[in-house]
């Protein structure tokens, strides 16, 4: 009898459970839609997608991407007019620049900007059949900045890029050496490398 009526209260629960939510059993229901906004990212098999890979996550604002585009060497030289327009600063902005300084300034550069755009034209072509390459491009970086010294401001920076590049084991490309020059005329437009040491911090 006493089991009759254990049998009895559990059918009774199993039915309260079906009438408010389904069975039990049910297949579970994912959060929300699938995340669309990853960065795109492409395995740098040539240099022209590591300066792919560079121009996506600046755009989605990735540090992990960015940083992935350089190697663990990596140094970065300023524009010479650069460092001396900055003044007594120029050393403490600019002076030996590696990888870290790199993902701290483009981390800095994300949080401040509402939305950026990076473009690269080619004035050098590296020859890929080698270890060690070169590549010479003329930059174009446009900020609309949403936070920071220049907010509501869109700006854009301009300069050339010499990028060493080096290719690993695996056969993938990444920057070893960024040589910032000036443009021709630059008109108002202060290179990329001016920006990399206001963010340096």
């Known amino acids: 009898m006493r089991s009759r009526r ?20 049910e297949p579970r229901q994912p ?3 699938p995340d669309t906004s990853e960065t795109p990212w492409e395995p740098p098999f040539t240099t022209t997608i590591v300066l792919a890979n560079l121009k ?3 755009e989605y604002e990735n540090s992990s991407n960015y940083r992935g585009c350089f190697a663990d060497s990596y140094r970065f030289h300023v524009d010479p007019q650069d460092s001396l327009d900055a003044g007594d600063e120029g050393y403490e902005r600019y ?15 994300f949080n401040d900007a509402a939305t950026s755009n ?6 050098w072509p590296p020859d890929e059949t080698l ?3 070169y590549r010479e491009e003329i930059y174009t970086l446009t900020i609309a900045w949403g936070s920071g010294a220049h907010v509501n401001e869109e700006i854009v920076y301009k300069g050339v890029a010499r990028m ?4 690993d084991n695996t056969g993938r490309w990444a ?22 040491g206001d963010y340096r911090g």
Request: with cysteine; proline share 3%.
């Open 31 to 33: 959060d929300g839609p």
């Open 164 to 167: 060493h590049m080096r290719r």
């Open 6 to 25: 254990i049998v009895l209260v559990l059918g009774l629960f199993a039915l309260a459970l079906l009438l408010q939510g389904g069975c039990i059993f």
């Open 175 to 196: 920057i070893f050496r960024w040589v910032d020059r000036r443009v021709a005329d630059p008109g108002l437009a202060e290179t990329w490398g001016v920006l990399r």
């Open 118 to 123: 990076l473009t690269f034209s080619n004035i």
């Open 95 to 109: 002076a030996n620049w590696v990888l870290a300084d790199e993902e701290h300034a483009a981390i800095g550069m």
């Open 56 to 58: 996506s996550a600046f």
């Open 131 to 133: 270890e060690i390459t």
